[in-house]
């Protein structure tokens, strides 16, 4: 019996983009840190899950430098409210 090779798949959607933005306050041994990473998938015509090498990453390297500060500037102010409400000031 032969190996059945996969069929050609062509890409036809990105069903699902997830962003992940982290800013961590310096604590203890671990400095302050910013991070920003994404995860998409991929779907083909028949609907099914494409797997490939840039389906999950780092995604400072595809913003520019003011979306980047823009992200910044956005986690700065989610963090004073968080900070305003939840711990009074």
């Known amino acids: 019996m032969a190996f059945t090779p996969p069929g050609a798949r062509t890409p036809t959607a990105i069903t699902r983009l997830s962003i992940v933005l982290t800013d961590q306050i310096a604590t203890g041994d671990e400095p302050a840190s910013q ?10 015509q028949d609907g099914q899950q494409i797997h490939f090498p ?32 939840i711990m009074g000031g």
């Open 35 to 44: 991070s920003a990473h994404y995860s998409l998938v991929l779907a083909d």
């Open 54 to 85: 840039g389906d999950t990453g780092d995604l400072v390297p595809h913003l520019t430098s003011q979306e980047i500060q823009q992200l910044q500037a956005f986690m700065a102010s989610l963090r004073v409210r968080a900070e305003t409400q």
